[in-house]
């Protein structure tokens, strides 16, 4: 039995296509990580690290909030 086919061209840039692609590697790789089980200056320590490495940054720090709203201690990396 044959069907018939249409096809239909769509443009598109490589370059923004790899970099679309590299972005949505990013997040998994976030997600998959935040998803996991650890201690949580390892996680902290971990996705700030992994954020630095991304937006290829020598420190950065995670600022953490109370429940009432007041700033706890930052969390501090430098690579």
């Given amino acids: 039995m044959l069907f ?5 061209s769509v443009k598109f840039s490589r370059s923004k ?4 692609n590299r972005e949505l590697s ?14 949580p200056g390892r996680l902290l320590n ?3 690290s992994k954020v630095l ?5 020598e420190a ?3 600022y953490l909030m109370d429940d009432g ?8 990396l430098r690579l």
């Fill in 69 to 76: 709203g007041r700033r706890v201690p930052a969390w501090d």
């Fill in 4 to 8: 018939d086919r249409e096809y239909i």
């Fill in 53 to 57: 490495k991304y937006f290829d940054l």
């Fill in 46 to 48: 971990g996705a700030l």
């Fill in 26 to 39: 990013v997040l998994l790789e976030m997600s998959n990580f935040l998803a996991s089980r650890m201690d």
């Fill in 17 to 20: 296509l790899k970099q679309r």
């Fill in 60 to 62: 950065g720090r995670i």
